[in-house]
């Protein structure tokens, strides 16, 4: 009976030991070869352009691979203020950025690269027939905001206080990616979301633009890190994202000039 | 002579269960670590952390007793009668307890919703289940009542029907089999089934937030509340957690109480 245990347990520990083993070497890339890493935290909005612009990055520089980390900017923040090891930080409103800053976490001053205004997306077919900002507070219509905690909620009480119109949202949702998949899943009849959105969701959604939008805008600043491990590749990244090429990338995808 | 009471534990076994022991209890001591006092009590009783405890209870509450309604004859099947495909059904049953929570709440979605199997019928009819309390206590239901079955159906099993044989041989109707023998008999396991599922649904979050939304009132309970309060106010979102945890621990201390003392 011992044996048996034994049989199976040592072998177990084996590979699990083993496992970590392989793991540790290939993940510590700057200490072997000549790949080096740059570790860029980024807001979820910017999800498709920045994994463009990496690509760019990786072709113009040997040997560095770009590994990004997409999440609700104050996440991000979060994390890199209790040490996660990010090299560059690009948010989604500049209120997070300030809690960045107001803990000297940044190596110069954050500098902004674009900017995103809010879209009414409904389902394809516009069951409820929205055309404008005001439609959305019409009694039956269930519309889908985000909550006033994240950028996207905060842009919306600021489009409400711009119109005013208020609105009665039937759910507030964490992050701009729900609000897209309550209207996509034709639980919601109408959502407020970014420009981007809608132009990435392409037929999933119908996207009804309202003039207002313009009143308010959310504009993303970008920085490389005091405690970068890679602060010349870091710096690097930041001035494509600001030069022509990453301005190219993010104008297509909707994106406006900072 | 050694007996239960002198007979020692293996040295060895002290090591790895203090390691255990610590590892769930130190998060818990930096939650009070980290927790603003002097704050508190403002934190957590504003307009939105108490509304969202006040429906965290309700709605736990409401789950717990349908996870004993539905569960206890969930249980008694499973553990008393045999028939072909009784173990598959058992795997599928219990598939909650292993499914992701946000997984859950999009099966609850693309049955109930707007579109879903059953929603469309429901809509026809009027009743509109998505943002609203009810798709709350669904969520929790979904992913609460494994929990009472799994325990439950241990309970019947262990306790065996030597008893319920006696008491029909006797001339006692099922019914009244199951009232006077059957229940008494596996009341601490359905107790601490009831507990474990009030826990669980207490705690609930993925489904929740995935089938139900979230407002302020309606569908907002207390960790999706944590979840937004953490982006701009840590602080209440600590104080919350702690409110969470302090409940956790009454239910399971009271539960523990009230089994032992039968």
């Known amino acids: ?258 | 002579m050694a007996n239960a009471r002198t007979l020692g534990l293996p040295r060895w076994v002290y090591a790895p269960a203090v390691v255990g022991a610590a590892f769930v209890l130190l998060p818990l001591v930096a939650i009070f670590a980290n927790v603003d006092w002097a704050e508190f009590t403002t934190l957590i009783s504003s307009d939105a952390s108490k509304d969202a405890f006040l429906l965290s209870l309700r709605t736990s509450s409401i789950s717990t007793g349908l996870c004993v309604l539905f569960g206890v004859p969930m249980a008694l099947v499973l553990a008393r009668r045999d028939f072909p495909g009784l173990g598959v059904l058992r795997s599928l049953v219990l598939l909650p307890l292993v499914l992701p929570p946000v997984v859950g709440g999009l099966a609850l979605l693309y049955t109930f919703g707007r579109r879903g199997l059953l929603g469309s019928t429901l809509e026809t009819f009027g009743i509109e289940i998505a943002f609203s309390t009810i798709a709350v206590v669904m969520a929790q239901t979904f992913v609460a009542l494994p929990f009472m079955v799994v325990s439950l159906e241990g309970a019947l099993r262990t306790a065996g029907q030597r008893y319920e044989v006696v008491a029909a041989s006797l001339g006692a109707g099922p019914t009244t089999v199951f009232r006077r023998i059957t229940l008494p008999l596996v009341l601490p396991g359905l107790i601490s089934g009831a507990v474990l599922a009030f826990a669980r649904a207490l705690g609930e979050f993925g489904a929740t937030i995935t089938f139900a939304g979230s407002l302020q009132g309606r569908t907002r309970t207390l960790p999706l509340e944590i979840y937004l309060q953490r982006e701009t106010d840590p602080d209440a979102a600590v104080a919350l957690a702690l409110v969470l945890v302090i409940v956790a621990v009454l239910v399971i201390g009271l539960a523990r109480q009230s089994s032992s003392a039968l």
């Open chain 1, 1 to 258: 009976m011992r044996t048996r245990v034994m049989a199976l347990f040592v072998p177990m520990l084996l590979v699990a030991a083993g496992g970590t083993a392989c793991g540790g070497s290939d993940s510590g890339g700057s200490g072997g070869g000549s790949e080096a890493t740059l570790t860029v935290y980024a807001a979820s909005s910017l999800t498709s352009t920045f994994e463009a612009i990496g690509k760019k990055f990786e072709s113009d520089h040997d040997g560095v691979r770009v590994e990004f980390n997409f999440g609700g900017s104050s996440d991000l923040v979060s994390q890199i203020q209790q040490g996660a090891p990010a090299d560059v930080f690009a948010s989604a409103d500049t209120a997070n950025m300030d809690k960045l800053t107001a803990d000297d976490l940044q190596a110069e001053d954050p500098e902004d690269f674009a900017s995103n205004t809010l879209e009414i997306a409904t389902p394809p077919d516009n069951p409820a027939g929205i055309a404008s900002f005001a439609d959305l507070a019409k009694p039956d219509v269930k519309v889908v905001v985000c909550a006033p905690e994240v950028p996207c909620g905060a842009a919306t009480v600021k489009t409400e206080a711009a119109t005013g119109v208020t609105l009665s949202p039937v759910s507030e949702e964490q992050s701009v990616t729900d609000v897209l998949g309550k209207v996509t899943s034709g639980e919601a009849d109408a959502g407020l979301v970014y420009v981007t959105d809608v132009t990435t969701a392409g037929d999933a959604v119908t996207g009804v633009p309202f003039p207002e939008s313009d009143q308010v805008v959310n504009t993303y600043p970008i920085v490389a890190l005091e405690a970068a491990k890679q602060p010349d590749l870091a710096q690097e990244f930041v001035d494509l994202v600001l030069g022509d090429a990453g301005q190219t990338v993010l104008a297509d995808a909707g994106f406006g000039k900072p």
